[in-house]
């Protein structure tokens, strides 16, 4: 069983729609959760940095932490078809910087 | 905004050359790394360094070697290259603090072993 678990997609919605990404993970000993968007051909950018349990806002983007039931969101209002990407979620423990990472959400946001 | 840089960004060559790629990174960070990213699967780490003379194999097994002569250059290298080793490589670093710190990334170096 993977320590991270992401739905792969693709995930296509229409333009002004709200996105909802998620992840689970296995390991309650995660306490950093951060979301990236990787644009084709590009290197992994950071989003969203979190810090145990609760929700981070960001212009269009929250980032939502649920430790109790190890499930990890992150939500984009009004979707732009520049918001099209793969969005990776990653989490790791207090006692080590090493990066767990899910496989990736691939979102297509549609005129 | 990080400034981590990767060359080359795209190398197609024959089975059997030495490759060195390139990450450098302009923000003073001690802490770096290597990740190998796959079509569908997720990122894993290859290497990682601490600081200067600071090398660490990570969790995924990997032919490569890395250097960390100075603190701003973390060149990976594969001494014969193989197919198995077609792969996109991605450069990483973060602020070495007593918090964690997150983690930026370069753009990859897209490598195809013929």
């Known amino acids: 069983q993977k320590e991270v678990e992401q739905d792969p997609g693709p995930l296509s919605v229409p333009e002004g729609a709200i996105v909802s990404l998620n992840c689970t993970y296995s390991n309650s000993a995660f306490q950093y959760f951060m979301w990236y968007r990787q644009y084709s051909r590009k290197g992994p950018e950071l989003l969203m940095y979190t810090y145990s349990s609760g929700n981070k806002e960001d212009g269009r983007f929250t980032a939502q932490v649920d430790k109790s039931s190890k499930y990890i969101s992150l939500f984009i209002r009004d979707s732009q078809p520049s918001d099209s990407a793969t969005y990776l979620c990653?989490?790791?423990?207090?006692?080590?910087?090493?990066?767990?990472f899910g496989t990736g959400t691939r979102l297509q946001v549609f005129p | 905004e990080a400034d981590i840089y990767q060359t080359p960004r795209y190398l197609v060559i024959g089975t059997g050359k030495k490759i060195t790629l390139e990450c450098s990174q302009t923000m003073g960070h001690d802490k770096m790394y290597w990740y190998q990213q796959d079509p569908g699967m997720e990122l894993h780490l290859i290497h990682y360094?601490?600081?200067?003379?600071?090398?660490e194999k990570g969790d995924l097994s990997s032919e490569s070697t890395v250097s960390r002569i100075r603190t701003e250059h973390f060149p990976l290298t594969l001494e014969s290259a193989r197919p198995s080793h077609t792969s996109q490589y991605l450069c990483a670093s973060s602020a070495d603090t007593i918090s964690n710190q997150p983690q930026h990334f370069g753009d990859g170096t897209r490598l195809s072993i013929l």
């Open positions: 360094s601490y600081g200067v003379n600071s090398t």
């Open positions: 990653a989490t790791s423990g207090a006692r080590t910087d090493k990066l767990i």
